[in-house]
């Protein structure tokens, strides 16, 4: 007896994944067969990513990617991405800064920011924000994560954003902001 599934194998033969019921109320990811999270994985190609993202805060943002995906299944995975990706981009400004543990996340942004390690201004900050009040708000107790789509797109892709601005790659300019 093996304790793994085979590469390909579905756990319950023939028996695929089906679109969580909530999914059903927006437009473009309901064609039919798994449009939806084929949709949604497209949307993640927008956001920038760059080889000089630690790996850390890289893993952290490739995993927020996956589960933007697959909350085509289980739509509560799309305020999990949410969360970790504001962890990725504490995770990116402590590494970036130099900062110990203790140091609170809104301090961290406002030191960036200081320091001109941010996006620059008109790269909707706002993104980022709300995706720090989002996770303090979830984490604290103070609110069950559900969001649409298109507010989890953009907390997730300002964190990409940010971790890109943070870590750009040698030969290149600050990352464009990510397409919708």
Partial sequence: MTLWIPHGQLLV?????????????????????????????????????TEATPDGPADMLSTCRDLYAHSYYVYALMAVGCTWSVFAVEAA????????????????VKQAEQQD???????DYERLDAG????????????HGVLPPVVARNIIGGAHHAVATLFPDEDSTRPQPPRA
């Avoid at 999270?37 to 993640?44: A, D, F, N, V």
């Avoid at 390690?117 to 790269?123: C, D, E, S, V």
């Avoid at 009040?133 to 609110?143: D, I, P, S, Y």
């Fill in 13 to 49: 033969p023939d028996t695929p994944p089906e679109a969580d019921s909530r999914m059903a109320n927006f437009p473009g990811l309901n064609e039919g067969g798994h449009t939806g999270y084929h949709e949604l994985r497209r949307q993640t190609e927008a956001w920038p990513r």
């Fill in 93 to 108: 400004l402590r590494i970036k800064l130099g900062a110990g543990r203790k140091t609170p996340f809104s301090t961290l």
């Fill in 117 to 123: 390690r941010l996006p620059r201004p008109g790269w």
């Fill in 132 to 143: 720090r009040e989002f996770r303090n708000r979830v984490v604290h107790g103070n609110q």
